[in-house]
T-cell receptor, first 109, second 115 residues
Framework: DAKTTQPPSMDCAEGRAANLPCNHSTISGNEYVYWYRQIHSQGPQYIIHGLKNNETNEMASLIITEDRKSSTLILPHATLRDTAVYYCIVRVWANNLFFGTGTRLTVIP | NAGVMQNPRHLVRRRGQEARLRCSPMKGHSHVYWYRQLPEEGLKFMVYLQKENIIDESGMPKERFSAEFPKEGPSILRIQQVVRGDSAAYFC?????????????FGPGTRLTVL
């Protein structure tokens, strides 16, 4: 599985867009990019996934670069409830998810 | 539609005792995954099961740990002769398909404390 690199922490002002980067320079052609988040000590929550096209759902947008070596998760209007650890996972099949250390996002009032 | 259920939410055991953690997947889901999270670390995959079958147990410790997902009833993660290092949060997830992509839905976790 491709290794991912994320900044350990980020801050974002409430109401602003939160842009969380992820590097996955060794990604292979059939690997998907998944994003999950974990709020405090709860179970992880699926956010979004993509292969090579940009994706958007009710929670977030996922922007994948053309060479697929990096991606950005965008929370368009961050709220205090978005404070969490965000995990970027690259995998062919989502059966065995590898959660690294993620990015701890703190939304500031 | 109830989500993934785990019980107990908190479990305290003394060294040498057995711990049994239960997971009821979402309705209609036949794939179950177990993960362990040590303090200040990310989740680590342990095992993937379908009904009555273990598909991938590459993350399971070779000794003392076992998992099952019977035809009827919840999935069980069993830890025999617990040690202090087993103290962690254990999360269960379920999915409806094990296909090209499958969103895993996670339960609230069981926090095991070994005294």
């Amino acid at each position: 599985d491709a290794k991912t690199t994320q900044p350990p922490s980020m801050d974002c002002a409430e109401g602003r867009a939160a842009n969380l980067p992820c590097n996955h320079s060794t990604i292979s052609g059939n690997e998907y990019v998944y994003w999950y988040r974990q709020i405090h000590s709860q179970g992880p929550q699926y956010i979004i996934h993509g292969l090579k096209n940009n994706e958007t759902n009710e929670m977030a947008s996922l922007i994948i670069t053309e060479d697929r070596k990096s991606s950005t998760l965008i929370l368009p209007h961050a709220t205090l409830r978005d404070t969490a650890v965000y995990y970027c996972i690259v995998r062919v099949w989502a059966n065995n998810l590898f959660f690294g250390t993620g990015t701890r996002l703190t939304v500031i009032p | 539609n109830a989500g993934v259920m785990q019980n107990p939410r908190h479990l305290v055991r003394r060294r040498g005792q057995e711990a049994r953690l239960r997971c009821s997947p979402m309705k209609g889901h036949s794939h179950v995954y177990w993960y362990r999270q040590l303090p200040e670390e990310g989740l680590k995959f342990m095992v993937y099961l379908q009904k009555e079958n273990i598909i991938d147990e590459s993350g399971m410790p070779k000794e003392r740990f076992s998992a099952e997902f019977p035809k009827e009833g919840p999935s069980i993660l069993r830890i025999q002769q617990v040690v202090r290092g087993d103290s962690a949060a254990y999360f269960c997830a379920s999915s409806g398909l094990a296909a090209e992509y499958n969103e895993q839905f996670f339960g609230p976790g069981t926090r095991l404390t070994v005294l």
